[in-house]
């Protein structure tokens, strides 16, 4: 049964680029939140394709990782001593480990991810800002950042599109 799902509105006629990239980012999250909500656990892990490890669960742990890293870490300066799901050596144990998290707690971490980047990109007002990563050393503009966001949540939302239908059959852009 598809459902009718409220997003945020980006506006069609000239405003300016700030406005722009928040609210495709905004979005862009509110298309996973859609895509996302409303399922079980064990439908949340259900792969895409047996030889994936493509679920929507490891999307949710996978996009908390990425605002965190890409707001805190780089944009804000915030130092970790690790990432959200570094416990093992394994480089994708986001997507992995999934038998020691549950669909709420890893919505709920994606959720507070998302209102935590949201706090720091509202206090740069310049898109010119650059910051530098603290893994690499390259610097990497507000701007850059803002577009790289919304590129892994539209690809990533095309991935759940397919999940999502294959669970229950909803289906929308």
């Known amino acids: 049964m598809e ?3 409220t997003r945020t509105e ?13 609210g495709f980012l905004d ?12 399922l079980a ?19 949710l742990r996978h996009m908390a990782e990425v605002e965190r890293f890409w707001f ?32 709420p707690a890893a919505y709920a971490r994606w959720r507070a991810e998302v209102e935590r980047a949201r706090a720091v990109v509202a206090g740069t007002p310049d898109l010119d800002a650059v910051f530098t990563r603290g893994d690499t050393g ?9 577009i790289h966001m ?7 939302n095309g991935h759940a599109d397919l999940l999502r239908e294959s ?4 289906v929308g852009e």
Do not use: C
Request: hydrophobic letters at 35%; zero cysteines; a negative charge.
């Open 41 to 59: 656990d064990d439908q949340l892990r259900a792969h895409a394709v047996p030889a994936s490890n493509l679920t929507l669960l490891g999307m």
């Open 167 to 170: 669970l229950d059959g909803e």
């Open 27 to 38: 979005f862009h999250r509110d298309t996973l939140d859609w895509k996302a909500s409303r």
């Open 138 to 146: 390259e610097r990497v503009s507000a701007r850059w950042i803002l």
């Open 72 to 103: 805190r870490e780089v944009w804000a300066g915030e130092k970790f001593e690790r990432g959200m799901y570094d416990r093992t050596d394994d480089r994708d144990e986001e997507w992995n480990d999934l038998d020691s998290d549950t669909g």
């Open 3 to 5: 459902e009718t799902r």
């Open 10 to 22: 980006v506006p069609l006629d000239t405003v300016d680029e700030r406005t722009l990239f928040d």
């Open 150 to 156: 919304v590129e892994e949540y539209a690809r990533h």
